[in-house]
């Protein structure tokens, strides 16, 4: 995912349409791979008895990150564009917008692998 946010901020202004065919095309089965492992890491070790609670919080937990990360990637386009009227934007305003809201969402991916990857080796060294 974090590569496919980065290739999102480089290859549409290199390639045009191709490089964002090609961003996308490595965006998207990354999010689906996450999807699916994060969902069956979080289910693993639930007891039977405890899985509709769980599941319930994963999907609110889901949503709530969709939601706001929605809203905050829109208000780094927008600052990013440079405009608060993005209808009347320029298409080099809109293309700096994009280029910077994925490199901050690529940034942002690789600052929680980090993070994982920290409280994994934490949790190694309590246990």
Same mark, same amino acid.
């Given at each position: 995912m974090a590569?496919?946010?980065?290739? %999102? +901020?480089?290859?549409p202004d290199m390639f045009g349409i191709i !490089?964002?065919? #090609?961003?996308? @095309? &490595?965006?998207?089965?990354?999010?689906?791979?996450?999807?699916?492992?994060?969902?069956?890491?979080?289910m693993?070790?639930?007891s039977a008895d405890q899985r509709g609670v769980v599941s319930g919080m %994963? +999907?609110?937990?889901?949503?709530?990150?969709?939601?706001? !990360?929605?809203? #905050?990637?829109? @208000? &780094?386009f927008s600052f990013a564009s440079g405009t608060n009227?993005?209808?009347?934007?320029?298409?080099d305003a809109i293309a700096s917008g994009m280029q910077i809201t994925f490199a901050v969402a690529g940034g942002l991916m690789i600052t929680a692998i980090g993070i994982g990857?920290?409280?994994?080796?934490?949790?190694a060294r309590v246990d």
């Open positions: 590569g496919g946010s980065f290739a %999102l +901020s480089i290859l !490089g964002y065919i #090609a961003a996308i @095309a &490595i965006l998207t089965p990354g999010y689906q791979l996450f999807q699916a492992a994060n969902n069956a890491a979080v693993m070790n639930v %994963l +999907s609110l937990s889901r949503n709530l990150g969709l939601v706001t !990360g929605t809203s #905050a990637m829109g @208000a &780094i009227d993005l209808p009347t934007a320029g298409p990857l920290g409280s994994r080796a934490f949790a």
